[in-house]
């Protein structure tokens, strides 16, 4: 069947166009996508009226495409910056009376649950025991286990654009900005990091979205055009030896170097403290870098109850 997927992320609107059946990986068959930044859009808390404006503007836009791309079936969902919105519910209402598509709020556990079930099924069984992470515009998924069903999936509000937001809204950080940011995110992941770190070092861990694919397009990835079947790695000392270069560099010299877009240049230096943190506090070398992540976990779990398979139970 082709199915429409809507995610309402922190940073970007993207409908996926997908052909999908079970027992086979979804085939993308059309993207379209809007830098939307709610993250940014955020004031005293809620979506601000232009925020608003361009969601219901995309969103609108998006049904069209998928109307034309023939997709019989629509899965809208947002993550972060909606999630986090005193007015999220008032946002999603107006979405869903001027378009007639209603957006499900996805809560932090189900996103990096559905992050860990696209990662499951891209490395395979012989991955043995995962951890996966995702670095958001608004949050970072953490998730662990040895099925398809995490043992354990938390999410924490350091996304990229939120961090960007709230710490380099005046400009370029200086040493003791950075300083004090580094100590916040740190703290923020070891406060929780006994819950994956209980269970002993992961066979595979793996990071997926785009702040982690530009981080490891930085230090020496393959580019995307080589195609998702060619390994991506993210070494920690290669990440660390970035980090200085990375935070002296103004907005035009960071959106040069590959994998950045102009957009996210602002959140690369918060992007990459994050990483750094992640790899530091649960002793990772490395990650392997995943082409799949949120957008198909929720596909595969929508096929899988198409079918009226339990996702928990795994193949026979």
């Given at each position: 069947m082709r199915l429409g997927v809507l995610d309402i992320g922190s940073n970007t609107g993207h409908l996926l166009v997908v052909d999908a059946h079970r027992g086979a990986a979804p085939l993308p068959a059309y993207s379209y996508k809007e830098p939307?930044?709610?993250?940014?859009?955020?004031?005293?808390?809620?979506?601000?009226?232009?925020?608003?404006?361009?969601?219901?503007?995309?969103?609108?836009?998006?049904?069209?495409?998928?109307?034309?791309?023939?997709?019989?079936?629509?899965?809208?969902?947002?993550?972060?910056a909606v999630r986090d919105a005193t007015n999220s519910d008032a946002v999603l209402d107006h979405v869903a009376e001027e378009t007639g598509v209603?957006?499900?709020?996805?809560?932090?556990?189900?996103?990096?649950?559905?992050?860990?079930?696209?990662?499951?099924?891209?490395?395979?069984?012989?991955?043995?025991?995962?951890?996966?992470?995702?670095?958001?515009?608004?949050?970072?998924?953490?998730?662990?286990?040895?099925?398809?069903?995490?043992?354990?999936?938390?999410?924490?509000?350091?996304?990229?654009?939120?961090?960007a937001r709230e710490h380099f809204g005046h400009g370029t950080p200086d040493e003791k900005q950075i300083r004090g940011l580094r100590k916040k995110i740190r703290a923020d992941i070891a406060e929780d990091a006994g819950k994956l770190l209980r269970a002993g070092t992961p066979d595979v861990a793996a990071a997926t979205s785009k702040t982690f694919r530009s981080l490891a397009r930085i230090c020496g990835a393959a580019p995307s055009g080589e195609g998702p079947l060619v390994d991506r790695v993210l070494a920690l000392s290669e990440l660390q030896e970035w980090i200085p270069q990375l935070v002296a560099m103004p907005a035009d010299e960071l959106a040069d170097l590959p994998g950045v877009s102009p957009s996210r240049t602002h959140q690369i230096v918060p992007g990459a403290l994050v990483a750094e943190a992640v790899m530091d506090i649960f002793d990772l070398a490395e990650l392997q870098v995943c082409p799949w992540a949120l957008r198909e976990g929720v596909i595969l779990e929508r096929l899988d109850q198409l079918s009226g398979r339990d996702p928990t139970e795994g193949d026979l």
């Amino acid at each position: 069947m082709r199915l429409g997927v809507l995610d309402i992320g922190s940073n970007t609107g993207h409908l996926l166009v997908v052909d999908a059946h079970r027992g086979a990986a979804p085939l993308p068959a059309y993207s379209y996508k809007e830098p939307l930044r709610l993250a940014e859009h955020l004031e005293d808390g809620k979506v601000s009226k232009s925020g608003i404006k361009a969601l219901t503007e995309f969103v609108a836009g998006a049904l069209d495409v998928a109307e034309d791309k023939g997709a019989q079936d629509m899965l809208g969902f947002a993550t972060s910056a909606v999630r986090d919105a005193t007015n999220s519910d008032a946002v999603l209402d107006h979405v869903a009376e001027e378009t007639g598509v209603r957006i499900a709020v996805l809560p932090g556990d189900d996103e990096a649950r559905l992050t860990f079930l696209a990662v499951r099924r891209w490395f395979g069984w012989s991955a043995g025991r995962l951890a996966v992470f995702d670095i958001g515009g608004g949050s970072l998924e953490i998730a662990g286990g040895a099925d398809e069903e995490p043992d354990i999936a938390w999410s924490i509000p350091l996304g990229a654009a939120r961090l960007a937001r709230e710490h380099f809204g005046h400009g370029t950080p200086d040493e003791k900005q950075i300083r004090g940011l580094r100590k916040k995110i740190r703290a923020d992941i070891a406060e929780d990091a006994g819950k994956l770190l209980r269970a002993g070092t992961p066979d595979v861990a793996a990071a997926t979205s785009k702040t982690f694919r530009s981080l490891a397009r930085i230090c020496g990835a393959a580019p995307s055009g080589e195609g998702p079947l060619v390994d991506r790695v993210l070494a920690l000392s290669e990440l660390q030896e970035w980090i200085p270069q990375l935070v002296a560099m103004p907005a035009d010299e960071l959106a040069d170097l590959p994998g950045v877009s102009p957009s996210r240049t602002h959140q690369i230096v918060p992007g990459a403290l994050v990483a750094e943190a992640v790899m530091d506090i649960f002793d990772l070398a490395e990650l392997q870098v995943c082409p799949w992540a949120l957008r198909e976990g929720v596909i595969l779990e929508r096929l899988d109850q198409l079918s009226g398979r339990d996702p928990t139970e795994g193949d026979l």
